[in-house]
């Protein structure tokens, strides 16, 4: 069964970048035609899909953030990574990683797909 878990810093300094890992164990980021996304839930606000890097390496970004994220992937560690430059304190969020079948550029459902527990992130000084 395919398992995802987020790590990185829980504090980040406004300006400063947000780095987040997700490991996974169960399956392999590679096969086909899975998708590896990173959402996020601001308090008291709903999921925001930020971007997906697809079995074979492509990434779509979600037009908001696309001046600021990137994702890539470490396939022999089975781990894809998640970098948003400049945050702010409006980037503070639970940020997960997901896996969907296929790619949709949206929040995945949670029927069918996988997700991580979540990791709080919080931008202040």
């Known amino acids: 069964q395919v398992q995802l878990q987020e790590s990185g810093s829980g504090l980040v300094e406004p300006s400063q970048t947000l780095s987040l890992t997700c490991a996974v164990s169960?399956?392999?980021?590679?096969?086909?035609?899975?998708?590896w996304n990173w959402i996020r839930q601001p308090p008291g606000k709903g999921l925001e899909w930020m971007g997906v890097?697809?079995?074979?390496?492509?990434?779509y970004y979600n037009p908001s953030l696309k001046s600021r994220i990137s994702i890539s992937r470490d396939t022999s560690q089975n781990q894809f990574f998640l970098r948003l430059n400049s945050v702010t304190p409006e980037d503070t969020a639970v940020y997960y990683c997901v896996r969907e079948d296929g790619i949709r550029l949206r929040v995945p459902d949670r029927k069918g797909s996988n997700w991580g527990q979540g990791t709080q992130v919080t931008v202040s000084s």
């Open positions: 169960g399956a392999s980021i590679t096969v086909s035609y899975y998708s």
């Open positions: 890097i697809a079995y074979d390496g492509s990434t």
